[in-house]
C-alpha cells in the first residue's frame, strides 16, 4: 500500500521569506501524480500544485514550486515570498495514475505559520 | 473551472437522526465523484468512491449500509449519514474530477454534529 509522510507537523516563516515543506512516499508504481494541497481555516481543500511522475522537471505555480526527486520518493513544495494568505494546513497526496482506484493518499499534513 | 459545491456547510441535529449531504459538480460533468472523512487536526480519509448510475466503491471499514451514497446525475453525488451517532460527527469532504487525468477538485465541506 501506498504512504505519504509529512515529518513536519508544524513550521513558520516570516512574511516575504521562503520556506519549504517536505514529504516522502513510498509506492511500487512507477506512474503516478503526486499533489500539493492546502487548507485554510475555512476548511476547503485548495490544489496548489501537482506532479506527474513520468515528467522529470519541476512543477512550478507563480510562488509555489517542488523538489521532486523519484528515486528519493520525496516530493518537497517550497514557497517564495511567503503572504499572510499562505497560512494554513499543508497536505501532500498521492495517486496512482493508471487503473484502480483514484484514491487520494494524504499525508498527516503541516500547519504554516506566516509571521508579519 | 471545476467548481464543487456541497450542501449543507453545517448541521447540528439529534442521535437517531438521517442527514443527507449533497455534493454538486457545477460547471462539469463528474461521472466519478469522492467522499472523505476527516476528524480534527487530522487528514483526509477516503470513504467511498461513487459512480453515477452504478454503485458506489466503498473502502475497506466503511459501513455502506451506515453511509448511504446516491450518485442520481452526472452533476449530483448524495451521501447519507442514516441513524447518525454522536461517533458520526466529523467534517465530511467531497471531491470531482473532470476525468480520470486531471486533479480532484473539493467541495468546501460539511460539518456535522450529532448530539
Known amino acids: 500500500a501506498q504512504t505519504v509522510t509529512q515529518s513536519q507537523p508544524e513550521m513558520s516563516v516570516q512574511e516575504a521569506e521562503t520556506v519549504t515543506l517536505s514529504c516522502t512516499y513510498d509506492t511500487s508504481e512507477s506512474d503516478y501524480y503526486l499533489f500539493w494541497y492546502k487548507q485554510p481555516p475555512s476548511r476547503q481543500m485548495i490544489l496548489v500544485i501537482r506532479q506527474e511522475a513520468y515528467k522529470q522537471q519541476n512543477a512550478t505555480e507563480n510562488r509555489f514550486s517542488v523538489n521532486f526527486q523519484k528515486a528519493a520518493k520525496s516530493f518537497s513544495l517550497k514557497i517564495s515570498d511567503s503572504q499572510l494568505g499562505d497560512a494554513a494546513m499543508y497536505f501532500c497526496?498521492?495517486?496512482?495514475?493508471?487503473?484502480?482506484?483514484?484514491?487520494?493518499?494524504f499525508g498527516k499534513g503541516t500547519k504554516l505559520t506566516v509571521n508579519p | 473551472g471545476a467548481v464543487v459545491s456541497q450542501h449543507p456547510s453545517r448541521v447540528i441535529c439529534k442521535s437517531g437522526t438521517s442527514v443527507k449531504i449533497e455534493c454538486r459538480s457545477l460547471d462539469f460533468q463528474a461521472t466519478t465523484m469522492f467522499w472523505y472523512r476527516q476528524f480534527p487536526k487530522q487528514s483526509l480519509m477516503l470513504m467511498a468512491t461513487?459512480?453515477?448510475?452504478?454503485?458506489?466503491?466503498?473502502e475497506q471499514g466503511v459501513e455502506k449500509d451506515k453511509f448511504l451514497i446516491n450518485h442520481a446525475s452526472l452533476t449530483l453525488s448524495t451521501l447519507t449519514v442514516t441513524s447518525a451517532h454522536p461517533e458520526d460527527s466529523s467534517f465530511y469532504i467531497c471531491?470531482?474530477?473532470?476525468?480520470?487525468?486531471?486533479?480532484?477538485?473539493f467541495g468546501d465541506g460539511t460539518r456535522l454534529s450529532i448530539l
Open positions: 471531491s470531482a474530477r473532470v476525468r480520470r487525468s486531471q486533479p480532484q477538485h
Open positions: 497526496a498521492y495517486r496512482r495514475s493508471q487503473g484502480g482506484s483514484e484514491k487520494l493518499v
Open positions: 461513487s459512480n453515477e448510475g452504478s454503485k458506489a466503491t466503498y
